[in-house]
């Protein structure tokens, strides 16, 4: 199921390069590496912190079931999941942070005006004003 944020960064992304996010990962792995890479890295990045925030909450959520009891073994287990959900929470933000900020700093270009047709005369540069030969006092 796409989160929120990264469902969210991939729409902006999509709008600034004008086409949908698969076809722009698969444009990127023909070119070299540029901003469009590094942009689908950090929603790539994004992606799986969100996918690990869900990962850890459901183990949680498994570990403090009502009818389960916490014995002193998994103790340890439900200290380390929380610490592993705060640590994907992290990520996802300073991701979300990062990514938001470059996009931020982005627009999307218009296309350039038409060239003139190849047969249309080339219009000449205006003229240099003359220049005097004889030396000033």
Same mark, same amino acid.
Do not use: F, W
């Given at each position: 199921?796409?989160?929120? *944020?990264?469902?969210?960064? $991939?729409?902006?992304?999509?709008?600034?390069?004008? $086409?949908?996010?698969?076809?722009?990962?698969?444009?990127?792995?023909?070119?070299?590496?540029?901003?469009?890479?590094?942009?689908?890295?950090?929603?790539?990045?994004?992606?799986?912190?969100? #996918? &690990?925030?869900?990962?850890? #909450?459901? +183990?949680?959520?498994?570990?403090?079931?009502?009818?389960? +009891?916490?014995?002193?073994?998994?103790?340890?287990?439900?200290?380390?999941?929380?610490?592993?959900? /705060?640590?994907?929470? /992290?990520?996802?933000?300073?991701?979300?942070?990062? %990514?938001?900020? %470059?996009? +931020? &700093?982005? *627009?999307?270009?218009?296309?350039?005006?038409?060239?003139?047709? $190849?047969? $249309?005369?080339? %219009?000449?540069?205006?003229?240099?004003?003359? +220049?005097?030969? *004889?030396?000033?006092?």
């Amino acid at each position: 199921m796409p989160h929120s *944020t990264s469902t969210e960064i $991939a729409g902006r992304i999509e709008d600034l390069y004008g $086409a949908p996010l698969a076809d722009l990962e698969a444009h990127a792995r023909d070119q070299p590496p540029g901003m469009l890479a590094a942009l689908l890295g950090m929603h790539a990045d994004l992606a799986l912190a969100e #996918r &690990s925030i869900e990962y850890h #909450r459901d +183990q949680l959520a498994r570990l403090l079931h009502p009818e389960r +009891q916490i014995t002193r073994p998994e103790v340890s287990h439900l200290l380390d999941g929380a610490r592993r959900l /705060a640590e994907a929470v /992290a990520a996802r933000d300073a991701q979300t942070k990062s %990514v938001s900020a %470059v996009l +931020q &700093s982005l *627009t999307r270009i218009s296309a350039p005006a038409p060239s003139p047709p $190849a047969s $249309a005369p080339p %219009v000449p540069a205006p003229p240099r004003p003359a +220049q005097s030969t *004889t030396r000033s006092r």
